[in-house]
């Protein structure tokens, strides 16, 4: 039988979709932070140099400090003991220097290599080891008699 004839009313269906309009995107009201753009391979390069650099100065003034058989009374002074925890302490911030900028590259930079990466990290996971050891031994250089 045919729709609408006879008298019976016409099919309609319970459901007819409507269309809707589309939802507006989600914006976040500000731009978000790239933070890999500022660990760049300069940027990061430079403060590993920084910190090397430091690490090799303190390393120096350390020695400057220690006692040898050449100079046994060298350790008894008292300028030999300040320039000995000078030395220290710029050697403890060249190691920090150069493991924050060895994992904020390696972790968060977009421009590395992933087999860089994980170099870098292995490399500042040394450097922790270490110094982490020495500390533990009394300090970065070892105890000094």
Do not use: H, W
Not at 108 to 128: G, P, R, W, Y
């Amino acid at each position: 039988m045919q729709p609408g004839v006879g008298g019976q009313p016409q099919y309609q269906p319970e459901y007819q979709p409507q269309v809707q309009a589309q939802q507006p995107v989600y914006r976040p009201p500000r731009q978000p932070i790239d933070i890999g753009g500022f660990f760049s391979k300069k940027i990061v390069t430079i403060f590993i140099l920084i910190g090397v650099l430091l690490f090799f100065i303190g390393a120096i003034l350390c020695n400057g400090a220690a006692v040898t058989k050449a100079n046994p009374n060298i350790g008894e002074t008292e300028g030999a003991m300040s320039l000995y925890k000078a030395g220290t302490i710029v050697l403890d911030i060249g190691a920090l220097i150069t493991t924050l900028a060895l994992f904020g590259g390696a972790m968060v930079s977009n421009e590395i290599d992933v087999k860089l990466k994980v170099a870098m990290l292995s490399v500042a996971t040394a450097i922790l080891i270490v110094m982490l050891i020495m500390a533990l031994m009394g300090a970065p250089m070892g105890k000094m008699t």
